[in-house]
T-cell receptor, first 114, second 115 residues
Framework: DSGVTQTPKHLITATGQRVTLRCSPRSGDLSVYWYQQSLDQGLQFLIQYYNGEERAKGNILERFSAQQFPDLHSELNLSSLELGDSALYFC?????????????FGQGTRLTVV | AQKVTQAQTEISVVEKEDVTLDCVYETRDTTYYLFWYKQPPSGELVFLIRRNSFDEQNEISGRYSWNFQKSTSSFNFTITASQVVDSAVYFCALSCHTGGFKTIFGAGTRLFVKA
């Protein structure tokens, strides 16, 4: 158990809908990262938050947004969903601001868009 | 630009064989970090090792060993006496000073260990 909790584990929704994925980082970790893992794109970094502030952005679509709350949990919002958004979404957390330390990954949320 | 290449898409071995997973990286930074992660069939990503660019010492942890060679930009991972439980997808990753240390993952190598 990595200490990172992601909910829900599975999500099935229709195209055009909006979903929210939730992540609770390990106790004491201030950085939260979101990744998307799909068959064609592999594991792609989406966005990082550190202590409530956006720290780094990767290949995140404009239809996607995220935030980190004062209690350090994070949510990834995906809207106007398309079939191609079906993927495994991982959250990871680490102590440091810089993404050069060991990151602990949650079990992922598998999103299926039908 | 930073890049991680894992040329081996799939490897299949028989239990007790040794197997090496290759990882080649590209970066112009002098400060960077390399990682290996394991993704078993259950889906979670498990951290295995982190190595910074200033430490070229090879590392051994049980049946796992890593060979970091800056001269060839490689960070290869060897499993000795493989076991069925080693079956997983293994990812090599790179985190560089340029770009704020965002981690870039390779495409992964799927390892099948047959009994």
């Amino acid at each position: 158990d990595s200490g990172v909790t992601q909910t829900p584990k599975h999500l099935i929704t229709a195209t055009g809908q909006r979903v929210t994925l939730r992540c609770s980082p390990r106790s004491g970790d201030l950085s939260v990262y979101w990744y998307q893992q799909s068959l064609d794109q592999g594991l792609q970094f989406l966005i990082q938050y550190y202590n409530g502030e956006e720290r780094a952005k990767g290949n995140i679509l404009e239809r996607f947004s995220a935030q980190q709350f004062p209690d350090l949990h994070s949510e990834l919002n995906l809207s106007s969903l398309e079939l191609g958004d079906s993927a495994l979404y991982f959250c990871a957390s680490s102590v440091a601001m810089e993404d050069n330390t060991e990151a602990f990954f949650g079990q992922g949320t598998r999103l299926t868009v039908v | 630009a930073q890049k991680v290449t894992q040329a081996q898409t799939e490897i299949s071995v028989v239990e007790k064989e040794d197997v090496t997973l290759d990882c080649v990286y590209e970066t112009r930074d002098t400060t960077y970090y390399l990682f290996w992660y394991k993704q078993p069939p259950s889906g979670e990503l498990v951290f295995l090792i982190r190595r910074n660019s200033f430490d070229e010492q090879n590392e051994i942890s049980g049946r796992y060993s890593w060979n970091f060679q800056k001269s060839t930009s490689s960070f290869n991972f060897t499993i000795t006496a493989s076991q069925v439980v080693d079956s997983a997808v293994y990812f090599c990753a790179l985190s560089c000073h340029t770009g704020g240390f965002k981690t870039i993952f390779g495409a992964g190598t799927r390892l099948f260990v047959k009994a």
